[in-house]
């Protein structure tokens, strides 16, 4: 097990969309339980592969209050949503030091693969269809930010470009948000 760094924001390898996982293989539980440490460590309640740099579909998550209900998700697709809406706030692992509130719908169904490789197929509600709305968002190369208004993106990215510079990172050479 490791701890992996966390790619942050403008970096923009946090845009790369995730391909599916064909095989859960000794390297895939590798990479799950690396994602595990490294969420716990930060603290965070989810981690998505392309958070590490790793661009295939796995999240993982753990929203209970004393860390100890682990779940994963390969291959995750949302299959319904409700229409209800909600607005909480969202913060990020890749976004450090800011937290916004973000609209999204209060239910979904997810089907996907566990840790085994077994399918499923889960309604969840509350935080917990947040934060897998959220991740799920990372593995198409979204962010919580673009759910925001472009006048607050806007203002966002400056200050993340210039946080960045001021780190001694390159320049990016694209516009992405
Ligand atoms: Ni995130």
Redesign the pocket.
């Known amino acids: 097990m490791a701890i992996r760094d966390i790619l942050q924001y403008p970096d923009p390898r946090l845009r790369t969309p995730a391909k599916r996982v064909d095989v859960i293989d000794e390297r895939i539980k590798a990479l799950i339980s690396d994602m595990f440490e490294t969420m716990y460590d930060a603290p965070?309640i989810?981690?998505?592969a392309t958070?590490i740099d790793v661009h295939e579909q796995v999240v993982v998550m753990d929203i209970s209050d004393n860390a100890d209900q682990p779940q994963v998700l390969i291959n995750p697709e949302i299959i319904d949503r409700d229409d209800a809406c909600d607005i909480a706030e969202?913060?990020?692992?890749?976004?450090v030091g800011y937290a916004d509130n973000v609209e999204r719908p209060i239910a979904v169904t997810v089907r996907g693969l566990n840790a085994e490789g077994e399918a499923f197929e889960q309604r969840f509600e509350g935080l917990h269809a947040r934060c897998i709305q959220?991740?799920l968002?990372?593995l198409a190369g979204r962010?919580?930010i673009d759910h925001l208004s472009a006048l607050k993106r806007n203002r966002l990215r400056r200050r993340f470009e210039k946080a960045a510079r001021q780190r001694g990172e390159p320049p990016l050479k694209t516009g992405a948000v």
């Not at 969202?90 to 976004?95: P, T, Y």
């Open positions: 965070g989810g981690l998505a958070q969202e913060g990020c692992l890749s976004i959220h991740e968002d990372h962010l919580f």
